[in-house]
C-alpha cells in the first residue's frame, strides 16, 4: 500500500500506481473536502447521532469520515461480507478505532441480532441515555511566538516592586469579542456572551494580581521570521528582523492596532529603533479574546472550546493576554440540547489556561518571595532549558517532578509507572489533606491525550470532577486544589471562600492515590467491599442499570464499556468479569473514560438530543408526562433514591403490565420532619423514611397507569443532614419485617384497577 495514500486519503482526489490505492479510487464515491463537511456537521452533529450501522465497509473511507464526526462514545457498526479491502490501520492511525465494530459476515444477520437487542434494551424507554464528555484543547506558544508586553507591575526598573491591590479591588478583566462571534448567529452570540460574562465574573471575583499592572496593556508586534534580536538593557523586547508581521496573533485572533505597541526593528546596519505608530492600549489586568472559529482543533467533535495564552508582563512573568475560542459547530443544531452551565463550566476552564494551568507557563512560576522557581539565563532573563519536544520551556524540580510508582499493578504483571508531579508547596499541602496521605510527593499531572491534554490538566483518575481535568464527564467544581494551583504561581492571591469541594477520593489514603485502580478495585473486592469511587457491573447481559451517587444527588450508571480492540496493557483491569470467558473479550473492557486511565466509575447520564442530564436538583431535568416511568420529580427540592425491586407499570386500564427494567434508581421530591425521618413525595402520595435500609412499597396511580414498586431509604443525614438543627431519629437496634406479600401487594393493585376502571380480578394483567 503507497505512502500517499496514508497522507492523503481524506480527499481522494489523487493517483497511484499501486494495484489496491488504483482499485479503490477506480471503484470508490470520490468525496471532496467540502461534502465530507456537509456530511460530518449536517447528517450526524445536527442530528445529535450517537449510534449509526453502515452497510458496505469496502475500503473503510467512509466510516472513518463518520467516526470522525461522531461523538467521544458514539459507536459505528459497519458491515461487509470480507474485509480484504478495509483500512483498518487507517482507522487506528486517526485515533477511532474504539469507536467501530467491524462486522465480517452477511448485513441481514448483524441487523437481525441488532433489532432483537434493540428491542429488549429499549422497550420502556424511548430516550437513549448516554455518558456524554466535552473535551478542551490548550496549545502553548512556542518559544518564538511568546514575547513579553509592554505593560509592567512598576516603573520599567525592574527592582522597584509595585504595592500589593487593595482588598477590595477586583481581577479587571478585558473581553475583546473577534469579528467571528459577531458572525455567529444572534442567539448563539448572546449565548457565548453570557457564558463568558458568568465565567469571567467569577475569576474576577475569587482572584486578583499580586502585584498591579502601571501601564495600559500593549502587547507586542510579532515578527515574521525566527530571526530576533534582544538589546542590552532592553530584555523584555524582541525586536524584529527588518520589519514585524503586518497581524499579530492571540492564539486564533488578529490583535486590533489598537492593543499594540510600536514595531521594534533592527536593520542590517545594527540600527535598533522603534517604528510606527502605538495603539491606545487597554487599561486592564488581562485581556481575553473571544473568538467563535472552526479551527483544525475543533475538528474531534467532542471539542467545545480551545485556549492559548499569548504574551507576558515583563516584571513577574505573569500572562496578561489569552484567546478562548468556541467552536462554533457545537452551538448549532437543537439550542435546547445546549447546557448552558457546561458552556459556563468551559469558559472557566479554558480562561484558567490562559491564567496559569499551562505547561508552557510553569517554568515562569514564582515561589512566595517573588523570585523564579526556574533558573534563568542571565542574558536573557528566560528560562535555561527549552524542550524541542513538548515545545515549552522546562520547569525546574521545584515545580514539577517526575515519580516513578515501582509495582504498579495491571493485568499481566507489575510494572514501574512513571508520573509527573506538580510539587509546588501549597498544592502538595492541600492534596495530602484531600487524600489522607502523608507521603504524597505533589498533585499528579494527566499522562494521556495529545500536547494540548497532557501535563496540562490534573489527572482524571485522582480528580474526576475538578474542573481542570481534561474532559468534562460531570458536574465540575474548582475546587481549593485549583486555587491554590494560583496561588503558588506566584501571580494571585486568591479567595478560597469561591472553592467547592472535591469529593473524589477524600480521604481514601496513600493505598488510593499511590496504586493503579486494578490494585484498588481487586483488593476491596477480595474483602467483599464497594470499590468506591470505581465500580463494576456485569457486562453481559447490558440491564444498563442505574443507581444513586453517594451524595445522592443524581442517578448515575457504571461507565464499564467493551472496546473493539484490547485497551493498552498498562490500563487492563480485569482478570475475569461475570458471564465473560473468553480472555481476548476481558482485555477489550474499562472505564469509558480513557483519560481516567479506563478505570469504571459512576457517571453522571445526559439524555440525548435533550437538556436533560441526570442532576436531581435542576428542574429542567424534568421528563414528560409520557417517558416518566418512574414517577420522577426534578426539583431543587429533590434527591436520588435506589430502588429496591423492578417497578411494574400497568397499563391500557390494568389489562397489560410491563417492567420498568433499567430503572433502579430515580430522583424524587422530599420533605425532612426532625425526629421523625423524611418523606418521599412519589405521585401524590407521601411515604415515611424512618431509618437507612427501610423497604418502602409504592402503589401510585398516575398518568392513566398504575404503578407498583420499592424505594430503599438511605441514611437521614445525607438527605436531611445539612439543615440546621435538624434531628434525625435514631436507628432502631432491630429491623421490622419488611416482607410485604404478594397476595396483599396484588390485592392493593387489584383494588386500584377495580376503582379507576370498574371490572373483575379476571381482567388485570397479573
Not at 433489532?115 to 473535551?135: A, Q, Y
Not at 542571565?378 to 515549552?392: G, H
Not at 437496634?733 to 419488611?738: E, G, I, L, S
Request: with cysteine.
Amino acid at each position: 500500500m503507497s505512502k500517499n495514500f496514508d497522507d492523503l486519503l481524506l480527499s481522494k482526489l489523487f493517483y497511484s500506481k499501486d494495484s489496491i490505492d488504483k482499485y479503490i479510487f477506480d471503484h470508490s464515491l470520490r468525496y471532496t473536502t467540502e461534502q465530507l463537511e456537509l456530511w460530518k456537521i449536517l447528517k450526524i452533529c445536527q442530528l445529535n447521532v450517537f449510534f449509526l450501522v453502515e452497510i458496505g465497509t469496502f475500503t473503510g473511507y467512509t466510516s472513518l469520515a463518520v467516526a470522525l464526526a461522531l461523538p467521544c462514545d458514539g459507536k459505528l457498526i459497519t458491515c461487509d461480507i470480507n474485509d480484504q479491502y478495509v483500512r483498518q490501520d487507517i482507522w487506528s492511525k486517526a485515533d477511532v478505532r474504539n469507536k467501530m465494530n467491524l462486522q465480517i459476515r452477511p448485513a441481514l444477520k448483524t441487523l437481525k441480532d441488532l433489532t432483537s437487542i434493540m428491542s429488549c434494551r429499549f422497550l420502556f424507554f424511548l430516550l437513549v441515555i448516554i455518558h456524554e464528555c466535552f473535551s478542551s484543547v490548550h496549545i502553548s506558544p512556542d518559544r518564538h511566538q511568546l514575547q513579553y508586553s509592554f505593560a509592567r507591575t512598576a516603573s520599567n526598573r525592574t527592582h522597584h516592586r509595585a504595592k500589593r491591590w487593595a482588598t477590595s479591588d477586583i481581577f479587571h478583566i478585558f473581553i475583546h469579542y473577534d469579528a467571528s462571534v459577531k458572525k455567529l448567529l444572534k442567539d448563539e452570540q448572546n449565548l457565548i456572551k453570557e457564558a463568558v460574562d458568568a465565567a469571567t465574573g467569577y475569576w474576577s471575583n475569587a482572584i486578583r494580581p499580586k502585584y498591579k499592572l502601571h501601564d495600559r496593556i500593549r502587547l507586542t508586534r510579532q515578527c515574521p521570521s525566527r530571526k530576533m534580536f534582544i538589546v542590552e538593557n532592553d530584555y523584555s523586547v524582541y525586536y524584529c528582523s527588518e520589519k514585524c508581521l503586518s497581524e499579530t496573533r492571540c492564539g486564533d485572533i488578529i490583535v486590533p492596532d489598537e492593543h499594540l505597541h510600536q514595531c521594534h526593528v533592527c536593520t542590517r546596519d545594527k540600527k535598533c529603533e522603534r517604528i510606527g505608530s502605538e495603539g491606545g492600549g487597554v487599561d486592564a489586568e488581562f485581556i481575553l479574546y473571544v473568538s467563535a472559529i472552526e479551527t483544525n482543533r475543533c475538528e474531534p467533535v467532542d471539542t467545545l472550546a480551545t485556549a492559548s495564552f499569548c504574551q507576558l508582563e515583563p516584571d513577574q512573568d505573569r500572562p496578561i493576554a489569552g484567546n478562548i475560542n468556541v467552536c462554533p459547530r457545537r452551538l448549532r443544531g437543537d439550542h435546547n440540547s445546549i447546557d448552558f452551565d457546561r458552556l459556563v463550566s468551559t469558559i472557566k476552564h479554558e480562561i484558567l489556561h490562559t491564567l496559569v494551568f499551562s505547561s508552557g507557563l510553569f517554568a515562569f512560576f514564582r515561589d512566595s518571595n517573588g523570585d523564579p522557581f526556574t533558573e534563568r539565563d542571565p542574558a536573557t532573563r528566560w528560562p535555561k532549558i527549552y524542550d524541542e519536544k513538548l515545545q515549552v520551556y522546562s520547569p525546574s524540580d521545584r515545580v514539577l517532578k517526575q515519580i516513578v510508582r515501582e509495582n504498579w499493578k495491571t493485568r499481566s504483571g507489575t510494572i514501574d509507572k512513571i508520573t509527573t508531579m506538580l510539587v509546588t508547596p501549597k498544592v502538595k499541602a492541600i492534596v495530602r489533606e484531600h487524600f489522607g496521605c502523608p507521603t504524597l510527593e505533589g498533585a499528579e499531572l494527566e499522562n494521556q491525550g495529545s500536547l494540548g491534554t497532557a501535563l496540562t490538566h490534573w489527572e482524571k483518575r485522582l480528580f474526576e470532577h475538578e474542573i481542570m481535568t481534561g474532559t468534562y464527564t460531570q458536574e465540575s467544581v474548582i475546587s481549593n486544589l485549583t486555587l491554590t494551583l494560583l496561588e503558588d504561581s506566584g501571580w494571585y492571591d486568591v479567595s478560597y471562600d469561591f472553592g467547592k469541594p472535591l469529593l473524589w477520593g477524600r480521604n481514601l489514603g496513600c493505598d488510593f492515590v499511590k496504586t493503579s485502580c486494578k490494585e484498588w478495585i481487586d483488593s476491596k473486592l477480595e474483602k467483599k467491599e464497594n470499590p468506591y469511587p470505581f465500580c463494576v457491573s456485569s457486562p453481559k447481559p447490558n440491564h444498563s442499570k442505574r443507581t444513586c451517587a453517594y451524595t445522592h444527588d443524581k442517578v448515575v450508571m457504571c461507565n464499564l464499556v467493551e472496546y473493539a480492540d484490547p485497551i493498552p496493557a498498562e490500563y487492563q483491569i480485569f482478570d475475569s468479569l461475570p458471564n465473560i470467558t473468553d480472555q481476548n473479550e476481558i482485555a477489550r473492557f474499562g472505564g469509558h473514560v480513557m483519560l481516567a486511565d479506563y478505570c469504571p466509575y459512576n457517571q453522571e447520564l445526559t439524555y440525548k438530543n435533550t437538556n436533560r442530564d441526570s442532576r436531581c436538583y435542576r428542574s429542567e431535568n424534568q421528563p414528560p408526562s409520557r417517558e416518566n416511568y418512574a414517577l420522577e420529580k426534578f426539583s431543587p427540592d429533590s434527591k436520588c433514591f435506589d430502588h429496591g425491586s423492578i417497578w411494574e407499570q400497568y397499563i391500557d386500564q390494568c389489562r397489560r403490565k410491563r417492567y420498568i427494567a433499567p430503572q433502579a434508581a430515580g430522583c424524587y421530591h422530599f420533605e425532612c420532619i426532625s425526629s421523625k425521618g423524611f418523606y418521599i413525595n412519589i405521585g401524590k402520595d407521601q411515604y415515611l423514611c424512618e431509618y437507612q435500609g427501610q423497604n418502602v412499597t409504592i402503589l401510585s396511580a398516575e398518568y392513566d397507569s398504575v404503578y407498583a414498586g420499592t424505594i430503599i431509604c438511605p441514611d437521614c443525614q445525607i438527605i436531611c443532614g445539612s439543615l440546621n438543627n435538624f434531628q434525625c431519629p435514631s436507628q432502631p437496634n432491630f429491623y421490622p419485617v419488611q416482607n410485604v406479600q404478594q397476595s396483599n401487594l396484588r390485592a392493593s393493585i387489584h383494588n386500584i384497577c377495580k376503582h379507576l376502571y370498574k371490572f373483575n380480578q379476571l381482567s388485570i394483567a397479573f
